[in-house]
C-alpha cells in the first residue's frame, strides 16, 4: 500500500492550458508539502498545508494554487502554463521537524 | 535564513571506494539534519538522520555525524556499491517545519 501517491505520474501539455496533479497519504500526517525539483536537480518548497490550512507559502506565482479538501489529500492546481513551469513536482507528508515522505513525482513537460 | 551547502558534484567512485559527500548548514535554533536519497525515476527517501548535536545517523552503511562545532553533516560509506548510485540531498528542518535542502550531488558507482 503506497504512503503517498501521486497522479498522473507524467503529463505533457501545452503552454497556456490549465491542469492539475492529485496527491494522497495514507500516514495520517496533518502536514502536507509540495515541491519542485528543476532540471539540475534543485528542490525548492512551494507549499505546506497542516490540517487543511496553508502553513507556507513560498514565492511562487500566483497561477499556482493548491487544494486540499481534507487531510489526506493535497491538490495543485497551474493555470496558463508556463514553459518555465516544466519540472517534477513531489508531494510529501510528515510531522514537525521530522522525516518527510515523498510521492513518485509528477513530470511536467509544458511544450 | 537557513541554508545547506553540500560538496558540487558528480562525483564518481569505483565500487567498494570510500564515499565522503561534505554537508554544511546555517541555521539559528537547533535542527534536526537528515540525508535523503533519490534512485534514478523515483522520489526522495529518507536515507538518516540525526535531531541532536553529536548523534550519528546510519542506514545501509551510510553514516554522517551532526557536528555543532563545524556546523557539519558529512555523509561517509566505507565502501560504495553500484546500487549506491544516485543524487544526494542534505537537508535541514527547522521547528517552522520547513525543510531546506542543498543542492544534491549525483553520485555514479562503475564496476
Known amino acids: 500500500d503506497t504512503a503517498v501517491s501521486q497522479t498522473p505520474k507524467y503529463l505533457v501539455t501545452q503552454m497556456g492550458n490549465d491542469k492539475s496533479i492529485k496527491c494522497e497519504q495514507n500516514?495520517?500526517?496533518?502536514?502536507m508539502y509540495w515541491y519542485k525539483q528543476d532540471s539540475k536537480k534543485f528542490l525548492k518548497i512551494m507549499f505546506s498545508?497542516?490540517?487543511?490550512?496553508?502553513?507556507i507559502n513560498e514565492t511562487v506565482p500566483n497561477r499556482f494554487s493548491p487544494k486540499s479538501p481534507d487531510k489526506a489529500h493535497l491538490n495543485l492546481h497551474i493555470n496558463s502554463l508556463e514553459l518555465g513551469d516544466s519540472a517534477v513536482y513531489f508531494c510529501a507528508t510528515g510531522g514537525v521537524g521530522e522525516t518527510q515522505y515523498f510521492g513518485p513525482g509528477t513530470r511536467l513537460l509544458v511544450l | 535564513g537557513n541554508s545547506v551547502t553540500q560538496m558540487e558534484g558528480p562525483v564518481t567512485l569505483s565500487e567498494e571506494a570510500f564515499l565522503t559527500i561534505n554537508c554544511t548548514y546555517t541555521?539559528?535554533?537547533?535542527?534536526?539534519l537528515f540525508w535523503y536519497v533519490q534512485y534514478p525515476g523515483e522520489g526522495l527517501q529518507l536515507l538518516l538522520k540525526a535531531t541532536k548535536a553529536d548523534d550519528k545517523g546510519s542506514n545501509k552503511g551510510f553514516e554522517a555525524t551532526y557536528r555543532k562545532e563545524t556546523t557539519s553533516f558529512h555523509l561517509e560509506k566505507g565502501s560504495v556499491q553500484v546500487s549506491d548510485s544516485a543524487v544526494y540531498f542534505c537537508a535541514l528542518s527547522d521547528p517552522n517545519e520547513k525543510l531546506t535542502f542543498g543542492t544534491g550531488t549525483r553520485l555514479t558507482i562503475i564496476p
Open positions: 500516514l495520517g500526517h496533518d502536514t
Open positions: 498545508y497542516n490540517n487543511k490550512e496553508l502553513i
Open positions: 541555521a539559528t535554533g537547533y535542527p534536526s
